[in-house]
């Protein structure tokens, strides 16, 4: 099993673009969670999803859109970049919360918007 | 709601010195789960624990050791003998599921670093 993946690793963008980052998971996890972490804190919710097709806002969701149209996957938009968005995006996913609370991480992806 | 602090920012030992990290948490709820993840300089998040709010009882892993005590609202991570490989940024984390969704509150971290 790969886990959970995200893509890019490494993105710079201008102040204004736009992008999407994918992250995806090969455990059959039914929520999945978007955080950034800032130089010297720890990590904040972005938004999340409970299952395919839901998303919800989490503490810092302002500029920022998702989707979950596959289980699978869950894609998170800035429509346009702002240098307050540079800060390194983790994507975590966990089992139903029957079962367990723990969150599986993705290795990360660092943004740098100029 | 829900927050998590951990008052040391940086704490810096020499190897094989024991090291404790504080965690002190705020919740309503009286269901709830604490976690400890490591961050090594790769930058990934590494699974330590999880602890339920109805499990007070110790735990310890080979070096690694937890101390959960409600009454003063701490989970503490103790590591004994440390070592280089330990030096990381450690978080804690606190959440409410199953009435949040399982979402985590983190912590600010402590950065642990491991002289030779």
């Known amino acids: 099993n790969a886990g959970v993946t995200q893509t890019p690793k490494f993105r710079v963008l201008k102040t204004g673009q736009s992008m999407t980052l994918l992250c995806a998971q090969d455990m059959n996890h039914e929520y999945m969670y978007w955080y950034r972490q800032d130089p010297g804190m720890g990590l904040r919710l972005i938004h999340y999803?409970?299952?395919?097709?839901?998303?919800a806002k989490g503490e810092v969701p302002d500029g920022y859109n998702v989707s979950r149209l596959k289980k699978q996957n869950f894609l998170l938009g800035l429509e346009s970049a702002a240098p307050s968005q540079t800060s390194v995006y983790f994507c975590?996913?966990?089992?139903?919360?029957?079962?367990?609370?723990?969150?599986?991480f993705g290795p990360g992806t660092r943004l740098t918007v100029t | 709601a829900q927050k998590v602090t951990q008052a040391q920012t940086e704490i810096s030992v020499v190897e094989k010195e024991d090291v404790t990290l504080d965690c002190v948490y705020e919740t309503r709820d009286t269901t709830y789960y604490l976690f400890w993840y490591k961050q090594p300089p790769s930058g990934e998040l590494v699974f330590l624990i999880r602890r339920n709010s109805f499990d007070e009882q110790n735990e310890i892993s080979g070096r690694y050791s937890w101390n959960f005590q409600k009454s003063t609202s701490s989970f503490n991570f103790t590591i004994t003998a440390s070592q280089v490989v330990d030096s990381a940024v450690y978080f804690c984390a606190l959440s409410e599921a199953p009435t949040n969704a399982g979402k985590s509150t983190f912590g600010d971290g402590t950065t642990l670093t491991v002289k030779p």
């Open positions: 999803s409970v299952g395919e097709g839901t998303t």
């Open positions: 975590a996913s966990s089992y139903d919360l029957s079962i367990s609370y723990e969150q599986y």
